[in-house]
């Protein structure tokens, strides 16, 4: 693999925010092992933000991948720039938080030979000359399970994730349907009037673990910004845990608060989507009704994460956009 | 030749910004069209000034950033105006547009306010997001009906009627953004979920999917001068169509039709035939269907940005390209803008200061303006000095901030106002950072002279934590962290912070000043990302009038006892300029033929020691003044300047040298680069005493080193000021001649500057670079509670505002109470989770405070509250000065924390020496426990059949409720939320459970409402809560019941608690209990006119009949404050009581000079039959006793139209 300028790729992937305030660091080591999946585990490494500098100077790869968030302004990314400049790589942005943060693409935008977003819709805000989309997606390693028979599934419902307004004001509505139901949230910031709801971090693979104990995963996208006040832009793509509880091998139930979704999976035979509160404890009933078509839609949907959404995938098109 | 163009979107912060993506793509296809540049409000007049562009397109509106704007329309070939919020905005565009050759509005209906020249044009649909094929199948489509707008109360109304009407099963997708100041959407299908929100892409995706989309007006209330509805359709109407949808558009204006025809391309109804329509549409697929492709081959064939596009460029066309020169003509003679931390005479100052003097004084042909912050009588102002006037303008403490909004809009006011064509940087120590970037906003020019390294660090010289120069940009960034940290305290990060900032907004500077090439290298090696060109212009000394004296050779000295070596330090003696060398040098010379005088002032911690020293061989002879320099360095022979960080120039350098002194120096900076060792001067490497041990004995020891030297100096030439003044002025007619900046003639009309760090694309995440906290969106929006002030405010005495106080002048008209904003005056409520209040203070003869806060007071506790700062640039005007804009404050307040029952609110404004109170400003009751579930509505009816409800003998017990209490009963009022807790008996089985209201039966009023409620535990009790919205239940007193189903029925219990619900959004009792204060045996008569500001008939209820509402004040002094009003009426036996709080009204208290008056507003509710057979008798309750009004009556009844219909 050729990097434009035809150097032969090596690939540092760094992050953009020290490892004291990014939540999102097991991603960092995610694409490094996509990318070793394409290149071969020597020409590829990652290192934090905090050690990328030393990392730049001793690897010398020709292509380095910040990843991650650009919020925090005490984030020594000027001098990443300048290390990767100093060896004559190319750098690229991949920004997995818009459009939340879309205010500080800027930041980004001065230093980057390339910016990927997140966020399909956000990818045509950007002024940067060279910017594409390039959603999150699954680890292998991480998230992989084989999809278990509804029968041995011990939860009805799961759900990980922030306690966002938009996801609490959702849930505070279902509950009364959810009566009798097993019903699993985890997460921080959920407020006890939900009882089914445990302030617990899980890990990234202790999610998948739930998401297939489970025989229905919630999916509701995020709706609270940090800093997009400029266009105060809508989210469009699914973020990764749809990609990630796909290949953990749960059948899926995702709020549509836009239909782009259905650009990565079927909605029906891979996905279910949902509009109202009721329909999850139809869904739910469902799936107790008919359990061999949610393995079934599960299966179909791990298999289509395994096809075009692993970070393999990714690395992949960052290697074909900056070769192009 | 293919026309070039700039397109800029006006409003830098908005939902909208893809209808400038989707005009850039349109004009980008468009074969007239080679070029086009989508800018932003940083770089649009850089452009513009850079590349002369045949079309500037401005997107929005003419009011926003309307300077800006203007600049850019002197720039352009043609500027054209494409406005997008007619007619909401169309009074303020119509009046600025006059800067525009081509106006083209969104709205027909808004033409007429513009002038002959303008055009209608209405926005369109893009094939960028939108262009999709219609679904060809019944069965493809996901849901029935879509409907995706704000929430404005007449749409959730309708969609309300729609959704009654049709079974449940109908797939509705609607989402129903809100804002802070609408009332919650409540609607009667509460499972949909409807608070999400989606790009326009996503938007046409949903319209494509949809059987039916709904478009619904927007009922609007602006303000005076703005026209209420347009009439041509916002773009929905063409995306949609665009995106194959099927559209029902209710209430369409007929100019809908000339876009698409009726029935054929989209159906249109009135409100009440919605219903019916959608159900025609919804079972006729294929005449849907077929509609959709019609209206979307129109949409193709008409209404893209493609043919908006062409109706712009055609008018271009026809126009002509005028030739270029049209821009003013740069002025004669260009005002410059000399920018720095402060301003001889005003502070005492050092060498910055007085050399902008002197430039100021030498530049010919230009006029130097001086902007600098200055501490005056314990605050912080920017002055403004122009000629011999000089302008304070109150600004927040900003020597650590990166940018700050205020300050920023005072700059834009400064450079436009005062025409400015060029910015000089002296410094910004005081000033934030960000004001070079406004300056390069409106194309100012902008140079940056560096004095010293205050670019690359607050600790300007480069000093580190061990008194060290840090040379960071060659040992790196690693070490700033602690330096900080030990020296000033600062957290980790902070460098980075600052110096990510000055990165990019040193984008906006055009040239660096040096003296020296090595200074700006090392400046630019720190910031690589810096453009600028550079400057070398050497920096002068005062110039003096005499020559210097003429060294006397060595060998005519008396050879017997050669007279010591005499050596003159110059400037002053601080850590930095080498002060600890110099002490360790005359200590270690001691007994050797060399003698020191210092010319300058000691800095107090070294006095000590160096006055140890002082004698024969070391003489301290203090300050001097510039002028003063040849005499008193005659007769010395070497000077020191043994600084420890790389001085940018050195003055004193230039003065020793003139005086014919050889200079030892310290290798490092300018006087490295200045002096060649062993040729004009000797260099010794900083801090090394030895060193200059040994440069001095050579001097005394080496005559002919000595000799060679002298004749070198002898023969510099040193730069003059006029030189330096016209090498200067050169470069400013340079930069100005690259970006002239068109000023406006002065009758041009012009709207407020608020043009920002934020609005040029800088978010960061705290404006002040020391402070650690990254705030997010919104978190400023809601004020922190906290128990007690800080101490440094709390300490402080406290001095009343009487409204009556002379000069005072205040108002707090803004209050939104749980999104429901309450318009009008302010009267005590009940706020279940939010409140929020925004107002002005103004006192002219009080400073800016430092900080104002809501002191919120209950019976259990004191809170306290900040409030923001709000710019109200429509005070500037009235009060004629432009320091009142600053005086608006707003602030959030969220209840849920706050203990339960009424609260006064208190406003604090915190000054330096005293904190100003305005006493009760505002009352509110909270509810002191948390929602027990999302907002659902009270709905009419019940929820299970009459026949299922089984009445329990066990009661319910109701322990809480947010409601306002009057005369003990709890109050709920129309639009507001009701939060009501009930305590279950021991043992009920957990069910679907609701809360009921059974009215009481009086007068027929027998009707019921329910609301679901949400299981709590709590205490070892069963509880079941509700958040409800009272919307549309008839006034009246209900009594309160729990209703918990099983599968048998339903169990009605009891909590024996009755609230009432007002008819109108404010609250008020209608009671048969005579109230406390009419019961006396004499109430005292006040005969007069009351004030009424508004009498309004509204729509009948069983409770008033048609009620008439009365609004006003009255004031009867003497009696204390006004606490409440209460009407009564009705034949004895059959009395009913009206009970109302007081409502604030300052500006009656400062009207009639009466503190006491500050409560005399109310808003009352009468019934109108009994107003007319006169029963009605109205009183107002006093804090010492209610007084009778006997004429109010026949005022309010006065004031209506005799055929009213009394209902």
Redesign the interface.
């Known amino acids: 693999m050729l990097l434009k300028g035809s150097s032969p790729a090596k690939v540092l992937v760094a992050s953009t925010s020290p490892d004291a305030v990014n939540h999102n660091a097991p991603i960092r080591d995610a694409l490094r092992d996509g990318f070793a999946e394409v290149l071969g585990a020597s020409a590829v490494r990652s290192s934090p933000l905090e050690l990328a500098e030393e990392a730049v100077a001793g690897f010398r790869p020709s292509l380095v991948v910040a990843l991650g968030s650009v ?9 990443l720039a ?1 290390s990767v400049r100093r060896v004559g790589a190319r750098l690229a942005f991949w920004l997995h938080d818009d459009p939340y943060e879309f ?2 693409g ?2 980004a935008e ?1 230093l980057a030979d390339h910016v990927f977003t997140n966020d ?2 956000a990818l ?2 950007y ?1 940067h000359p060279s910017v594409s989309h390039l959603p999150l997606a699954a680890c292998r390693r991480t998230h992989d399970r084989p999809v278990r028979p509804m029968a041995e599934r011990s939860l009805d419902l799961f759900f990980c994730g922030a306690a966002f307004p ?1 996801r609490i ?2 849930l ?2 279902a ?2 349907s959810l ?1 009798g139901r097993r019903v699993e949230v985890r997460g921080a910031g959920w407020p006890a ?1 939900l009882p089914f709801a445990e302030n617990t971090r899980l890990s990234p693979a202790a999610m998948a673990d739930r998401a297939s104990m489970a025989r229905l995963t919630l999916a509701i ?1 995020r ?1 609270l ?12 793509t699914p973020g990764p845990r749809v990609f990630e509880a796909a290949l953990a091998g749960a059948p899926q139930l995702c ?6 979704i259905l650009d990565a999976f079927e909605e029906g035979r891979e996905i279910l ?1 949902f ?4 329909e999850i404890a139809e869904a739910i009933a469902r799936s107790h009704r008919e359990p061999a078509a949610f393995e079934a839609m599960a299966e179909r949907a791990r298999a289509r994460a395994l096809d075009a959404h692993t970070y393999r995938h990714r690395a992949e098109t960052i290697l074909a956009v900056m070769a192009a | 030749m293919p026309l070039s163009v700039l397109l800029l979107d006006t409003e830098p912060r908005t939902s909208n910004a893809y209808i400038t993506l989707a005009v850039a793509d349109a004009l980008r296809r468009h074969p007239a069209v080679g070029r086009v540049v989508r800018a932003t409000h940083a770089d649009a007049v850089a452009l513009a000034q850079d590349e002369r562009f045949d079309l500037v397109l401005t997107l929005g509106g003419a009011s926003r950033h309307h300077a800006l704007l203007r600049r850019l329309c002197a720039l352009a070939g043609t500027s054209a105006l494409w406005t997008t919020e007619d007619p909401y905005l169309s009074a303020a565009n119509a009046r600025l547009s006059g800067c525009f050759d081509l106006v083209f509005t969104n709205d027909r209906g808004s033409l007429p306010r513009y002038g002959a020249g303008a055009r209608h044009l209405p926005l369109a649909a893009t094939t960028l997001f939108q262009d999709l094929p219609v679904r060809m199948e019944d069965a493809a489509y996901r849901y029935d009906l879509l409907f995706v707008g704000t929430a404005w109360p007449n749409r959730v109304a309708t969609l309300n009627r729609i959704l009654s009407a049709f079974p449940r099963d109908l797939k509705v997708k609607v989402a129903l953004p809100a804002n802070a100041y609408l009332p919650q959407a409540v609607l009667v299908r509460d499972d949909l979920i409807t608070d999400w929100r989606c790009g326009n892409e996503d938007f046409a995706r949903f319209a494509n999917a949809s059987r039916v989309v709904l478009t619904l007006p927007r009922i609007f209330t602006a303000g005076a001068d703005e026209t209420a509805s347009g009439t041509t359709p916002p773009p929905r109407l063409f995306e949609v169509a665009l995106a194959g949808g099927a559209q029902l558009v209710v209430g369409a204006d007929p100019e809908t039709f000339a876009y698409y025809e009726a029935d054929r391309e989209i159906r249109a109804c009135a409100e009440e035939d919605a219903v019916r329509t959608i159900a025609a549409m919804l079972a006729d697929p294929a005449a849907r269907i077929a509609m959709a492709e019609r209206a979307r081959a129109r949409t193709r064939a008409e209404h893209l940005y493609d043919h908006r596009v062409d109706v712009i460029l055609r008018a271009v066309m026809e126009r002509g390209i005028p030739a270029p020169g049209r821009a003013a003509p740069a002025a004669t003679r260009p005002r410059l803008l000399f920018v720095a931390h402060n301003r001889a005479g005003r502070r005492q100052g050092g060498g910055v200061e007085f050399y902008q003097e002197q430039l100021a004084r030498a530049l010919d042909g230009f006029e130097a303006l001086f902007l600098y912050p200055s501490f005056e009588e314990d605050a912080w102002v920017m002055r403004l000095d122009e000629g011999e006037t000089s302008e304070a303008l109150p600004i927040p403490p900003a020597e650590r901030l990166l940018a700050s909004p205020e300050i920023e809009a005072l700059f834009e006011r400064i450079l436009v106002e005062r025409r400015i064509d060029l910015v000089h940087v002296h410094h910004l120590l005081g000033l934030p950072l960000s004001l070079p970037a406004i300056a390069r906003a409106h194309g100012v020019p902008v140079v940056a002279q560096l004095h010293d390294f205050f670019l690359v660090c607050h600790r300007y010289t480069l000093m580190n934590q061990h008194g060290a120069f840090c040379d960071v940009v060659n040992r790196g960034e690693g070490q700033c962290d602690g330096c900080l940290a030990t020296a000033e305290g600062l957290p980790a990060g902070a460098k980075v912070r600052r110096d990510g900032f000055v990165a990019r907004m040193l984008g906006s500077v055009d040239a660096f000043v040096t003296s020296t090439p090595a200074t700006a290298a090392y400046v630019r090696a720190f910031y690589p990302e810096a453009a600028a060109r550079v400057a070398v212009i050497e920096m002068v000394d005062a110039e003096p009038a005499r020559l210097p004296p003429q060294p006397v050779p060595p060998e005519n000295c008396a050879p017997k006892s050669p007279p010591p070596l005499r050596v003159a330090v110059l400037g002053n003696v601080v850590d930095h300029k080498g002060a600890r060398t110099l002490l360790e040098l005359v200590r270690t010379t001691d007994g050797e033929n060399v003698v020191f005088e210092v010319f300058g002032y000691i800095e107090t911690y070294l006095v000590a020691a160096f006055e140890a020293q002082a004698g024969e061989r070391l003489t301290l002879r203090g300050g001097y003044a510039r002028e003063e320099v040849p005499a008193l360095l005659a007769g010395c022979d070497v000077s020191l300047h043994l600084s420890l960080w790389p001085e940018t120039y050195m003055i004193s350098l230039t003065e020793a040298w003139r005086a014919g002194l050889i200079p030892i120096v310290t290798d490092l900076g300018a006087p490295g680069e200045r002096v060649t060792d062993g040729v004009d001067g000797l260099k010794v490497p900083p801090g090394e005493s030895g060193a200059v041990r040994q440069a001095l004995r050579r001097l005394a020891h080496d005559p002919g080193l000595v000799a060679g030297l002298r004749a070198a100096i002898a023969q510099k030439t040193f730069p003059t000021v006029a030189g330096h003044a016209a090498q200067m002025a050169a470069l400013y007619r340079d930069l100005i001649a690259a970006r002239p900046t068109p000023h406006a003639a002065p009758d041009e009309p012009s709207a407020p500057f608020t043009l920002s760090a934020l609005d040029l694309g800088f978010r960061l995440n705290h404006p002040d670079w020391t402070d650690p906290a990254i705030v997010w969106d919104g978190a400023e929006e809601t004020s922190t509670v906290t128990d007690a002030l800080p101490p440094a405010v709390a300490g402080l005495p406290e001095r009343a505002l009487a409204p009556n106080d002379p000069g005072l002048s205040w108002e707090i008209a803004d209050l939104v109470v749980d999104g429901q904003r309450l318009p009008g005056r302010i009267g005590a409520c009940a706020a279940c989770d939010s409140l929020s209040l925004r107002g002005w203070i103004w006192r002219p003869e009080a400073g800016r405070p430092v900080q104002t806060w809501l002191r919120l007071r209950s019976a259990s506790a004191t809170r306290f509250v900040t409030a923001l700062p709000e710019r109200r640039p429509e005070l500037a005007g009235r009060f004629g000065t432009g320091r009142a804009e600053q005086a608006g404050f707003a602030a959030q307040v969220r209840t849920a924390d706050l203990p339960v029952g009424p609260h006064a609110i208190d406003l604090l404004q915190v000054f330096p020496d005293h904190v100003a109170v305005a006493h009760e400003v505002a009352r509110f009751t909270a509810p002191g426990f948390p929602a027990a579930g999302p907002v659902t509505p009270w709905r009419t009816g019940l929820p299970v059949p009459e026949s299922a409800l089984r009445r329990s003998a066990e009661p319910a017990r109701l322990v809480g409720h947010g409601l306002q209490v009057i005369e003990g009963v709890p109050v709920a009022r129309q639009g507001g939320l009701t939060r009501i807790e009930v305590v279950l008996p021991a043992g009920t089985r957990r069910g679907p459970s609701f809360l009921v209201l059974e009215g009481d039966g009086l007068e027929g009023h027998e009707g019921t409402a329910w609301a679901r409620a949400s299981w709590q535990d709590e205490d070892g009790t069963t509880r079941i809560g509700a958040e409800a919205q009272a919307r549309e239940i008839p006034p009246g007193h209900y009594r309160v019941r729990a209703l918990i189903g099983d599968e048998g029925g339903a169990d009605l219990h009891e909590t024996g608690t009755t609230l009432f619900v007002a008819p109108t959004a404010r609250a008020c009792l209608v009671t048969a209990e005579p109230p406390p204060a009419l019961r006396r045996a004499w109430i005292p008569q006040v005969r007069g006119r009351p004030n009424l500001d508004a009498v309004t008939v509204g729509e009948a209820s069983p409770l008033l009949g048609t009620p008439v509402t009365v609004s006003g004040w009255c004031f009867t002094p003497g009696r204390g404050r006004p606490l409440a009003w209460i009407a009564r009426w009705g034949a004895r036996g059959r009395r009913r009581f009206m009970i109302a709080e007081s409502f604030a009204r300052q500006d009656v208290a400062a009207h009639l000079a009466e503190a006491d008056a500050v409560t005399a507003g109310f808003e009352v509710q009468l019934p109108l039959a009994a107003l007319r057979d006169g029963s009605v008798r109205v009183f107002q309750v006093y804090e010492r006793g209610a007084v009778a009004l006997p004429d109010f009556p026949r005022h309010v009844l006065g004031m209506i139209p005799a055929g009213t219909n009394a209902g």
């Not at chain 1, 919020?71 to 001098?79: E, K, S």
């Not at chain 1, 910004?225 to 469009?236: E, F, K, V």
């Not at chain 1, 709020?255 to 782009?260: D, H, I, K, N, T």
């Not at chain 1, 509009?275 to 009721?278: A, G, L, M, P, T």
């Open positions: 919020a925090v302004d005490a984030a020594p990314l000027r001098a300048r205010d500080y800027p930041k001065t399909r819709w045509p805000h002024r938009n004001a959702l505070e509505r509950q009364g009566a009037a996208g709706d910004d940090i800093a997009n006040r400029r266009c105060q832009l809508p989210a469009s709020f549509a608060a836009g239909l782009e989507l509009d109202d509160v009721d």
